[in-house]
C-alpha cells in the first residue's frame, strides 16, 4: 500500500523567509503527487501536482515542488512567505485501487505558521 | 471556490441517529469521493463514485454508505451514530482519474 510521510508536524517562520516542507512516499509505481492547502474551518484547496514531465512543478501563490524518484521526495518549497500562508499543508499521493477506481492517501499534515 | 458544493455546513445530532450528506459535484466531473477527517485519523478516504458506480472503497464503516445519482450529486449516509463519527466531512470530484477537487466540507458533531 502507498503511504505518506510528512516529516514536520509544525514549521514556524519568520514572514519573508524562505520555507520548504518535506513529503517523502512509498510506491512501487509511477505516482501522481499533490500539496493541498487547508486554511482555518475551510477545505482542502490544491496548490500543486506532478503527474509527469518536469519534475519542478509550481504551483498557486508561489509555491513550487521538486520531484524526487530516487529520494521518493516532493518537498514544498516558496522562497518567501507571507502571513496570509499560515495554513496547514497536505501532501497526498494517488493510488490506482481494484475496481477501476483510485483514491488519495494523504500525510499527516504540516502546520505552517509564518510570523511577523 | 472549488465548484464543488456540500451541504449541510454544519450538522449536531445524538449518537444513534441516522444523517444525510450531500455533495454536488463540478460541473461535468463524474468522480465523486468521499474522505472523512479526523484528529486522530487524518484524512482517510472512504468511497469514490463514478458514473453513478461504486468505483473504489476505503475505510468505509459498514454503518455509512453512499450513492451516486443520475444527476451525479451523491449522498453520504450515516448510521447508528457514536461519537467517535464526529468529524469533517469533504467530497471531492474529478473530472478524469487524476485532480481531485475538494469541497469546503460538512462538519458533523455527535453529542
Known amino acids: 500500500a502507498q503511504s505518506v510521510t510528512q516529516l514536520d508536524s509544525q514549521v514556524p517562520v519568520f514572514e519573508e523567509a524562505p520555507v520548504e516542507l518535506r513529503c517523502n512516499y512509498s510506491?512501487?509505481?509511477?505516482?501522481?503527487l499533490f500539496w493541498y492547502v487547508q486554511y482555518p474551518n475551510q477545505g482542502l484547496q490544491l496548490l500543486l501536482k506532478?503527474?509527469?514531465?518536469?519534475?519542478l512543478v509550481k504551483g498557486i501563490n508561489g509555491f513550487e515542488a521538486e520531484f524526487n524518484k530516487s529520494q521518493t521526495s516532493f518537498h514544498l518549497r516558496k522562497p518567501s512567505v507571507h502571513i496570509s500562508d499560515t495554513a496547514e499543508y497536505f501532501c497526498?499521493?494517488?493510488?490506482?485501487?481494484?475496481?477501476?477506481?483510485?483514491?488519495?492517501?494523504f500525510g499527516t499534515g504540516t502546520q505552517l505558521k509564518v510570523e511577523l | 471556490d472549488s465548484g464543488v458544493t456540500q451541504t449541510p455546513k454544519h450538522l449536531i445530532t445524538a449518537t444513534g441517529q441516522r444523517v444525510t450528506l450531500r455533495c454536488s459535484p463540478r460541473?461535468?466531473?463524474?468522480?465523486v469521493y468521499w474522505y472523512q477527517q479526523s484528529l486522530d485519523q487524518g484524512l482517510q478516504f472512504l468511497i469514490q463514485?463514478?458514473?453513478?458506480?461504486?468505483?473504489a472503497k476505503g475505510n468505509i464503516l459498514e454503518r455509512f454508505s453512499a450513492q451516486q445519482f443520475p444527476d451525479l450529486h451523491s449522498e453520504l449516509n450515516l448510521s447508528s451514530l457514536e461519537l467517535g463519527d464526529s468529524a469533517l466531512y469533504f467530497c471531492?470530484?474529478?473530472?478524469?482519474?487524476?485532480?481531485?477537487?475538494f469541497g469546503p466540507g460538512t462538519r458533523l458533531t455527535v453529542l
Open positions: 463514485y463514478y458514473n453513478g458506480e461504486e468505483r
Open positions: 510506491s512501487s509505481v509511477s505516482v501522481y
Open positions: 497526498a499521493v494517488m493510488s490506482r485501487v481494484t475496481g477501476g477506481g483510485n483514491k488519495l492517501t
Open positions: 471531492a470530484s474529478s473530472p478524469r482519474m487524476d485532480t481531485q477537487y
Open positions: 460541473s461535468g466531473d463524474l468522480s
Open positions: 506532478y503527474l509527469s514531465g518536469s519534475t
